[in-house]
């Protein structure tokens, strides 16, 4: 035989051996794993942890005391009851109405008359006052102004008390129109009257004074909260506040906010709560500044410089500012836990030493996270860097001495077994990636098509929309890596275990960058290392690694506490986050935040446990299992009714606008514009789309030609809220005028030239409504260099730049609003239009005129409708 005859003999003989090798290693692989079913039924026993333990948990609630156990100096949730029953039968509470400014104020001074009988004369003090403040500030870009709004505001303090120090516990009984504010925040009103009844009727005292803030201004938006902390006698004591308000009803209440830098406080908050539910990561994503809402607590630290809790209720966030936000959603048991717990922090906190001087004890952020309800973990936000760090960096050192250990036991170099780690590693990070892009891809198609918000009456359907796809891009890179690869030298259990080591330093690089970027949100990637890193380091020790799949017993083990937490912790943000995307506005796609945030839970509480289904024969199928579940749920979410976003009474579509009669006068006094329609500010993703199959919009059309020619579109656009969607307000004509109750009036009273010569000095009264606005628009060379309002908007034109927008509303005064505006002009000449001036006036609880009513009674039952008469005059000095 001739060498090159030779040479391709043994080639052919070292193929033909290399490839009978593989062949045996396949079958070998296969008769080591699990039975199939195994893949499968593991699916279903994850399933069934979550259904039996997470939402029990959730959702579980303390058994309500009765009128039997007042004995007891504990807080009575049935009589809670009976006072949120009378509150709710008064329905709406909008600053400056009857219910709220006269019969609201009324029952709860008459609830506070019948405490005060109760109080313990020889140990405590009780003082009320009614506070009626004025005043303004900015907010979101608004001149916020209020007058005569009121506060009942109680303190109940110890006999012969010497502290200067003052505990302050806030909420708000007034309501947004239509809610009969029951949940939003009555819930917390009356929890606050039952807590100062136990306390100041039991002989357990106390060392510093509290502060009871019964708020009536907090929804217009926050003006009660400041009209207190900047003007109230009693303000400058206080040191520590707990806010209490409501985006939900019916559920546990959430602490969200704690601090600013004062880690001390939520040591408190979890030796006295004894319902613990709350963590950091939420006040992390409430400060973003991404959801739409806000509460007193940012007034009271930026005002006051106060520290606390900001405490809401979250759950059914559903009814939250609408008609169905009554009494019936709200079971005893959430009273109960809520009064246990506000009870429990007053008691403590009102006998703080760190009240004394709590800027000593600013010793920075803290982390916190409730587990299943059960307990509060807290620690440092220092002692969380170190922590996130160590915990990352194990994980990497020992992913390194385990792919040591894959190298000695499989007779290849360290280099070699290092080099198939960075292989997974990528294989890895490409799985990552799709595990939170395909959610995101479905999210995307979805609303492309129209189909946005298809979970919304029913979150179940996101495990077929988001949990899915996520699972599939996470674990399928790996899985066709294995079918395609077979390593020859490393066992196949190692290389699982590979790819499981990939998954856990991608984590561990997100954990140190987040850290890096000072998240402390970043506490989720750390413990879910912890519970990946224990059973690492106990497999290496007892050599559990070394035989076949032995290593997996621990580590499923030990999946389940990250398991049951991450599932948790995200069902809580899904819960309060879900209702939240129905009023998100129209022009973002909130399915992008549910589905990136649901997939992240996906991959940390699952994200191991799926690579393991290489462990089992036929793993396809639990990929399969998977996929039919994303079809029908795909299927059911675009084809059937189950997909509707939209039910009466539980789910409704809120759908505010108003009937608006809008003139426009030219300088010298002429009507260029008298038109009439509705003006609708949708705030959900499908806007009018559900709407038209039942109510005429034919002419709807949008105001974005208006905006560009008029100032804030030449409407009476009602708030901050309707202001910022303003690009998105849609119009519809009506030919038969509108003619709203009565017409604000702004009379000049005064007008000056200056003693300089190039500054113009009007004055201004306004009467009309409790609820208007004042547009200002100067022309090009003039600017307003004073005004009666907040100072600071006209100080910084970069960030408040004209046209301005002053919002004024009043409680229980109805006076004229006097204000004044100084004109700036170079040349002196103010013989020429100067100023636009728009005027609108809301008439918030009046029906309108019976086109009007006729028009509103043609909505579907899904709808939520907030609407009323407004008016809107432009005037032109």
Not at 417 to 431: D, K
Not at 690 to 705: A, F, R, W
Not at 824 to 832: A, C, L, N, S
């Amino acid at each position: 035989m001739g060498d090159k005859d030779k040479l391709i003999n043994d080639e052919s003989i070292e193929e033909g051996s290399t490839t009978s090798i593989t062949k045996k290693v396949a079958k070998v692989v296969v008769k080591s794993q699990l039975p199939w079913y195994f893949g499968t039924g593991s699916l279903l026993f994850w399933g069934l942890l979550f259904f039996s333990i997470v939402i029990p948990l959730f959702y579980r609630l303390p058994t309500p005391l009765t009128i039997n156990d007042s004995n007891k100096g504990v807080f009575i949730a049935e009589r809670a009851y009976n006072t949120l029953s009378g509150l709710a039968s008064i329905g709406t509470k909008v600053v400056g109405s009857q219910g709220n400014e006269v019969d609201t104020v009324q029952y709860l001074l008459n609830q506070l008359a019948i405490i005060k009988e109760e109080i313990l004369d020889d140990f405590f003090d009780l003082e009320v006052d009614i506070q009626r403040p004025t005043g303004s500030y900015i907010w979101s870009l608004m001149a916020n102004h209020y007058h005569n709004i009121q506060n009942i505001v109680v303190k109940l303090s110890p006999k012969n008390s010497t502290s200067e120090s003052y505990l302050l516990v806030n909420s708000h009984f007034d309501s947004k129109p239509t809610s009969p504010s029951v949940g939003d925040a009555g819930h917390m009103i009356v929890s606050v009257l039952e807590v100062l009844r136990i306390i100041g009727s039991t002989r357990q005292t106390f060392t510093h004074p509290i502060v009871f803030l019964l708020n009536g201004a907090e929804e217009n938006p926050l003006q009660g909260s400041h009209g207190f902390i900047t003007q109230h006698k009693w303000a400058p004591f206080c040191k520590a506040v707990i806010n209490l308000d409501a985006a939900g009803s019916g559920g546990r209440e959430i602490l969200f906010q704690s601090g600013p830098d004062s880690s001390w406080l939520t040591e408190y908050y979890k030796k006295n709560a004894k319902h613990p539910f709350g963590t950091s990561m939420a006040e992390e994503l409430f400060q973003t500044g991404l959801l739409p809402s806000d509460t007193d607590f940012g007034i009271f630290n930026t005002y006051g410089g106060l520290s606390g809790f900001d405490i809401a209720q979250v759950i059914n966030g559903y009814v939250y500012h609408t008609l169905n936000d009554r009494i019936d959603v709200i079971p005893l048991g959430a009273l109960q836990n809520t009064g246990d717990n506000l009870l429990g922090l007053v008691r403590a906190l009102s006998n703080a030493t760190e009240l004394f001087d709590p800027e000593a004890y600013e010793t920075g952020h803290a982390i916190f996270f409730d587990v299943l309800g059960l307990y509060l973990v807290t620690y440092s936000a220092t002692n969380a860097v170190y922590l996130n760090y160590a915990v990352a960096g194990a994980t990497i050192l020992l992913v390194f001495l385990s792919l040591w250990r894959i190298a000695v036991k499989s007779n290849i170099t360290l280099e070699t077994a290092l080099l198939w780690g960075i292989v997974v590693l990528v294989i890895q990070v490409i799985g990552f990636v799709l595990g939170v892009a395909l959610p995101i891809v479905v999210a995307y198609v979805m609303d492309k098509y129209g189909l946005s918000l298809s979970y919304f009456s029913h979150p179940i359907l996101l495990i077929g929309l988001y949990v899915c796809p996520s699972l599939l891009g996470l674990s399928l890179p790996a899985y066709i890596y294995f079918k395609l690869q077979r390593n020859p030298k490393i066992s196949y259990p190692s290389q699982i275990q590979l790819a499981l080591h990939g998954y856990a330093v991608v984590l561990a690089v997100l954990a140190i960058a987040l850290n890096y970027y000072g998240l402390r949100t970043t506490y989720v990637f750390t413990w879910t290392l912890i519970f990946y890193v224990i059973p690492l380091a106990l497999n290496l020790l007892l050599t559990l690694q070394d035989r076949g799949y032995a290593w997996t017993a621990l580590l499923k083990i030990a999946q389940v506490f990250p398991f049951l937490y991450n599932s948790y912790l995200f069902y809580t943000f899904i819960t309060a986050l879900t209702p939240m995307m129905g009023r998100y506005g129209a022009s973002t796609n909130p399915d992008l935040i549910v589905s990136a945030l649901t997939a992240l839970g996906a991959l940390l509480s699952l994200g191991f446990l799926i690579l393991l289904v290489n462990v089992y024969r036929r793993p396809s199928l639990v990929f399969l299992v998977l996929l039919a579940i994303s079809g029908v749920t795909i299927y059911a979410a675009t084809s059937t009714q189950v997909g509707f976003p939209y039910r009466a009474k539980t789910n409704v579509q809120r759908v505010p606008y108003l009937q608006v009669r809008r003139t426009f006068y030219e300088y010298d006094g002429t009507v260029s514009k008298d038109e009439s329609g509705y003006l609708f500010n949708f705030q959900d993703r499908r806007k009018q789309a559900p709407l038209e199959e039942y109510v005429n919009l034919t002419g709807l059309i949008s105001l974005e030609d208006d905006c560009d020619k008029y100032m804030f579109c030449g409407v009476p656009l009602f708030d901050s809220r309707w202001v910022k969607a303003k690009a998105e307000a849609m119009w519809l004509p009506r030919e038969e005028p509108i003619n709203p109750p009565s017409i604000p009036t702004l009379e000049l009273l005064n007008k000056t030239v200056l003693a300089d010569s190039t500054t113009l000095y009007l004055e201004f009264n306004l009467t009309g409504p409790d609820h208007m606005s004042i547009f200002l628009q100067p022309y090009e060379d003039v600017t307003i260099s004073n005004w009666t309002f907040v100072h600071t908007m006209l100080e910084n034109s970069t960030t408040y730049p004209a046209p301005y927008h002053v919002y004024h509303s009043y409680g229980i005064n109805d006076g004229p609003l006097n204000f004044f505006l100084e004109l700036e002009k170079p040349d002196g000449d103010f013989d020429v239009p100067l100023l636009q001036v728009g005027i609108s006036g809301h008439f918030i609880g009046n029906e309108g005129d019976e086109q009007a009513i006729e028009f509103a009674d043609s909505f579907p039952p899904f709808s939520g409708l907030v609407q009323w008469p407004a008016s809107y005059h432009r005037y032109i000095y």
